[in-house]
């Protein structure tokens, strides 16, 4: 017997406009008015931006202004260089990159959205008829799963800093909810284009961040359908998998054909792959739990409860489809030999998708322990960012003041009144949105995760609206870029041996030109150290002798420093 027994009045769906403006809230915060911050986000602005501003060699072998970075793959970047191209005059170089961010957000959502739309309408998902009627349709059954699905997807807690990065870490996740969407079209509707759309969707994949995750998943569908239907299994294996091969292949083909052998990416890119698959480990094990389980929440209990409620269907696809997705992913992060949080985010769309099927048969006590964990954590940090905000800008209360201006020394506050404006607008709707929820006990579906996700979006908005200024002092390179500029003469040239992150944000800003000290006699020599290192007047090298001409460092870290070096003929 199936678990779901429900009325039609627990199926209303959300207004297509609300759900419109909260994922508009969602992936606007924070990328309007940011400068690119430290580590993958400065990293693929910087790829972006020497892609637009470069020849066509470099969409072929990315790099950032001379520095080669095969890794990953093109994909976000072309992307990404492409809405520089055409968007960069008009709204500046750093805002027309972030436009393939929404670009990379948005797919996302269509495919958690519509796979789950689709899943939930297919009649083993149904529930039960009722005896005297009045049980949902179809359609509306599975358009209020896909609002339940996605304001899960909003919620979980690892996409909030990754989805508005200028990273390919924020396109893979949505080219994986864009697979597990091509694979549910061709559960639904077997046939020779929806087995072919699957293999342009892997293999999109493949270009995006490494044939290792699309491998996993072609390799999990091809177990499911071994399983049900060794016919889906044939075109998997021929059609499906040639596909994917011939567009994953295509830009190593092109490199290899049109590049010299010695600056292709490809052999770089491969060992890449390579070095992220090996033997299992405890320490993999150890940081897929302890991490995990606040990356993906709010989706991994009601996905744990879905596939626990659902065991006695044989799993339906509903259940298996994303379930084979989440086991295929999860092998492959315990594969991992250094596993980072870019393991983990592939995980969140069929997480999501497979959380949607449990809303229907969560009991009330758990909806009831959910929503109040949700209000009770997520307000406070609410009030805590609000905090926060009032005592940079009064110095009441003055401790946190005190710690605030601590951790960046020299940070003078900005008031600025369209922000805060925006800030209480956010803070009165979530209010509004708890008492709705407290006094009215909706029976939707969607009740049980609407307040995770609001009250996610109402923290980041506060942050990437009240701490947004803080925010580019603390993790911003634009200050010390701009500092080192005055130092060099106008059309020098600069070596360096700091990391690609710091790299990109000292070409951008200081607008110096870099290039690899084995390609070109450069002048200039750019080298990044800690305080505690002694800086040396003059150091030797197999390049030359070089005089120290500037030191500096970012106001907000005491510990880091740069040195530019001259050299002396």
Sequence with gaps: MKPVRLPASATNPLPRWGLLLLCLLYILSGLIGRDPWKNEDAAGFGIMWTMANGAWQDWLAPHIVGLQMPQEGPLAWWIGAVCIKLFGWLLGDVLAARL??????????????????????????????????????PRDYGRTLADGALLIYLGCLGLLVHSHSTSANALQVSMVGIALYAAVRYVDKPSNLAALLLGVALGLLALTRGWLVPL?????????????????????????????????????????????????????????????????????????????????????????????AWRKQSLPPHIALPLAFCLALTTLALLTPRPDEGTLLPLLPPLAMLAAFGLPTMKRGAINAVDWFSVMILSACAGFIWLGWIAKQTGW??????????????????????TLLIAVAASVAWIFLVHWRISRRPSVLWRAVVLSSGGVILCWLLLMTLWLPWGNYMRSYAIVAREMATQMPPQSCLGSTITPAQRASFAYFSKIRFERLDQERCDHL????????????????????????????????????FRLYRRIP
Excluded: C
Excluded at 221 to 249: E, F, H, I, Q, V
Excluded at 397 to 416: C, Q, R, S, Y
């Design 100 to 137: 393939a961010t929404v670009f990379f957000f948005l797919l996302g959502t269509f495919a958690v959205w519509h796979g789950t739309y689709l899943l939930g309408r297919r009649p083993e998902a149904q529930p039960l008829r009722l005896a005297f009627g009045g049980q949902p349709e």
């Design 526 to 561: 750019l080298l990044s150290s800690t305080r505690h290192v002694k800086a040396d007047p003059v150091i030797h090298r197999s390049d030359g002798d070089w005089q120290l001409v500037w030191e500096g460092h970012r106001p907000s870290d005491r510990n880091e420093r």
């Design 397 to 418: 209360p003055a401790w946190l003041a005190k710690n605030a201006f601590k951790l960046a020394p020299g940070f003078k506050p900005e008031f600025n009144l369209f």
């Design 216 to 308: 996993a998943l072609w390799l999990g569908l091809l177990a499911l359908d071994l399983a049900r239907s060794r016919k889906a299994a044939l075109r998997l294996l021929g059609l499906s998998m040639p596909a994917a091969l011939l567009l994953g292949a295509s830009w190593a083909l092109a490199a290899q054909w049109l590049l010299p052998a010695a600056s292709s990416p490809i052999p770089d890119w491969m060992a890449w792959n390579l070095d992220h698959v090996g033997m299992p480990r405890w320490n993999t094990l150890k940081y897929l739990i302890s991490n995990g389980i606040w990356f993906s929440w709010p989706a991994w209990p009601f996905a744990a409860w879905a596939v626990y």
